[in-house]
Antibody, heavy 118, light 108 residues
């Protein structure tokens, strides 16, 4: 059974750093491109970043470029999102997703809540 | 950057047909995906590529795409279809994934 489990969320202070993890199981992680999508409280979905199956290609939304770093460890079936210089506007649920056909996101984790507060 | 425009809300009576639009420049040349998000839950994919439906998604859900508008159509709407719906494309020019603002479907 396919599973994506996010961890690493919590309450953090502005200006600090945090690392989100996404543990995958039930499918061939090393063959799958992956994304992070976030959703601020009461708001819509916002794409954050993409990483190819081997980690060789990465793409970031303009709003996070330079502060967010996406990487993966295929030997551990895990993807990571490092967030530096956290801002109040980074408060959101962060979803780990798997890329499907035609540019879709065919499987989503349950999300990790990040709350930025001083 | 590429922009997708959705109506904020759509209302429909049970048993009727709901249509949710997603506007974008030449979106008909792109592959459009649609997601359903029920309150308090993670989104799920309901339509992908050229109208494909993932396993478990009822045939009542269908997608179309032409010109500057893509649409999600739900026939014989049920109370359980009440949710937020998002369209999404991959913008090859920017290598960015783009979501529409979302449409809240209310079943009267």
């Amino acid at each position: 059974q396919e599973q994506l489990v996010e961890s690493g969320g919590g309450v953090v202070q502005p200006g600090t750093s945090l690392r989100l993890s996404c543990a995958a199981s039930g499918f061939t992680f090393a063959s799958s491109s992956m994304d992070w999508v976030r959703q601020a409280p009461g708001k819509g979905l916002q794409w954050v970043a993409y990483i190819s199956h081997d980690g060789g290609i990465k793409s970031y939304d303009d709003s996070v470029t330079g502060r967010f770093t996406l990487f993966r460890d295929n030997s551990k079936n895990t993807m990571f999102l490092e967030i530096n210089s956290v801002r109040l506007e980074d408060s959101a649920i962060y979803y780990c997703t798997r890329d499907g056909e035609g540019g879709s996101l065919d499987f989503w984790g349950q999300g990790a809540l990040v709350t930025v507060s001083s | 950057s590429y922009v997708l425009t959705q109506p904020p809300s759509v209302s429909v009576a049970p048993g009727q047909t709901a249509r949710i639009s997603c506007g974008g420049i030449n979106i008909g040349r792109k592959s459009v995906s649609w997601y359903q998000q029920r309150p308090g839950q993670a989104p799920i994919l309901v339509i992908y590529y050229h109208g494909g439906r993932p396993s478990g998604i009822p045939e009542r859900f269908s997608g179309s795409n032409s010109g500057n508008t893509a649409s999600l159509t739900i026939i014989r709407v049920e109370a359980g279809d009440e949710a937020d719906y998002y369209c999404q494309v991959w913008d090859t020019d920017s290598a960015h994934r783009v979501f529409g603002g979302g449409t809240k479907l209310t079943v009267l």
